[in-house]
């Protein structure tokens, strides 16, 4: 399904979810990069060894879920935006979600968005906790979500709001529907 669509089929996002006794520790990364390409910044940027060595640049990333501590340092270098933060002790009934997030259009922290699943649908209505912003130009920013705990493994972007001009400092974003993982706008 991924070549002709682009959307990760169920078996292989299953693959990538850290067991139910891994995520009642805390945080912890989720890797769903499913292509097989020359690439280790995640490896080469963990500093906690939870990203296991590659026995060849194309391998696909492995992750230790027992040694990583969620940190979210993989999240910013992963240039496939393919690596994200799940926290499902953040609170009964939600769980924080931590994404990249390229545009340089950022949302404000308490803001209330859509939250899209791979496909850019919206599935549920999302707080932004934290804005994370990219320590340098060449990283993506890291949002902090807060979602509806059932959705922690589907929600991977966001929408902002359409047609509504907001000052960022001395930058003027017009809010669209932009999704770091969709192509088309609506």
């Given at each position: 399904?991924?070549?002709?669509?682009?959307?990760p089929?169920?078996?292989?996002?299953?693959?990538?979810?850290?067991?139910?006794?891994?995520?009642?520790?805390?945080?912890?990364?989720?890797?769903e990069?499913?292509?097989?390409?020359?690439?280790?910044?995640?490896?080469?940027?963990?500093?906690?060894?939870?990203?296991?060595?590659?026995?060849?640049?194309?391998q696909?990333?492995r992750?230790?879920?027992?040694?990583?501590?969620?940190?979210?340092?993989?999240?910013?270098?992963?240039?496939?935006?393919?690596?994200?933060?799940?926290?499902?002790?953040?609170?009964?009934?939600?769980?924080?979600?931590?994404?990249?997030?390229?545009?340089?259009?950022?949302?404000?922290?308490?803001?209330?968005?859509?939250?899209?699943?791979?496909?850019?649908?919206?599935?549920?209505?999302?707080?932004?906790?934290?804005?994370?912003?990219?320590?340098k130009?060449?990283?993506?920013?890291?949002l902090?979500?807060?979602?509806p705990?059932?959705?922690a493994?589907?929600?991977?972007?966001?929408?902002?709001?359409?047609?509504?001009?907001?000052d960022?400092?001395?930058?003027?974003?017009?809010?669209?529907?932009?999704?770091?993982?969709?192509?088309?706008?609506?």
């Amino acid at each position: 399904m991924q070549e002709q669509t682009g959307i990760p089929s169920v078996d292989h996002i299953l693959s990538t979810i850290p067991p139910k006794k891994r995520l009642a520790k805390g945080p912890v990364a989720v890797v769903e990069c499913f292509q097989e390409i020359p690439c280790d910044p995640c490896y080469t940027s963990c500093t906690t060894g939870a990203i296991l060595p590659f026995e060849d640049i194309n391998q696909l990333p492995r992750i230790d879920w027992e040694t990583c501590n969620g940190c979210g340092r993989c999240v910013g270098f992963c240039p496939g935006l393919a690596i994200f933060i799940v926290d499902d002790t953040y609170s009964e009934n939600e769980s924080l979600v931590k994404i990249p997030w390229e545009f340089s259009c950022l949302p404000e922290e308490g803001e209330e968005v859509a939250g899209l699943n791979r496909e850019g649908r919206e599935v549920a209505r999302v707080r932004i906790k934290k804005v994370q912003p990219s320590p340098k130009k060449n990283r993506a920013h890291i949002l902090w979500l807060v979602v509806p705990r059932e959705l922690a493994f589907e929600v991977r972007s966001i929408a902002l709001k359409q047609g509504k001009q907001v000052d960022r400092g001395r930058k003027i974003c017009l809010k669209t529907q932009l999704s770091a993982d969709v192509k088309t706008l609506r």
